[in-house]
Nanobody
Framework: QVQLVESGGGLVQAGGSLRLSCVAS????????MAWFRQAPGKEREFVAS????????YYADSVKGRFTISRDNAKNTEYLQMNSLKPEDTAVYYC????????????????????WGQGTQVTVSS
């Protein structure tokens, strides 16, 4: 059974930092894109960042560019999201996603391109 388990969320003051982790089990995603999405109360799920299987390509939402960094450790089947200079508008449930498909070193920004999802971890940024 494939599982993605996020950790690292919590409550932080504006300007602070958090590092999210997502550990995959049940299959390897070393040749498949992974990503982070988030969903704030009353809003739709939105793209945050993605990384290709080999880590060559990374993409970010404009709202987090320059503040967040996505990375992965394929030996550990894990991806990370380093979040710096956090703002209250970053408050949301953050979801880890893995594409599953291999072959092209892509890093899609669309949620429907990802077949595996974690349960989410809450990030709350106080002002």
């Amino acid at each position: 059974q494939v599982q993605l388990v996020e950790s690292g969320g919590g409550l932080v003051q504006a300007g602070g930092s958090l590092r999210l982790s997502c550990v995959a089990s049940g299959r390897t995603f070393s040749n498949s894109a992974m990503a982070w999405f988030r969903q704030a109360p009353g809003k739709e799920r939105e793209f945050v960042a993605s990384i290709s299987g080999r880590g060559v390509r990374t993409y970010y939402a404009d709202s987090v560019k320059g503040r967040f960094t996505i990375s992965r450790d394929n030996a550990k089947n894990t991806e990370y999201l380093q979040m710096n200079s956090l703002k209250p508008e970053d408050t949301a449930v953050y979801y880890c996603a893995a594409r599953g498909l291999t072959g092209l070193d892509l890093a899609p920004k669309v949620a429907t391109q990802y077949g595996y999802w974690g349960q989410g971890t809450q990030v709350t940024v106080s002002s």
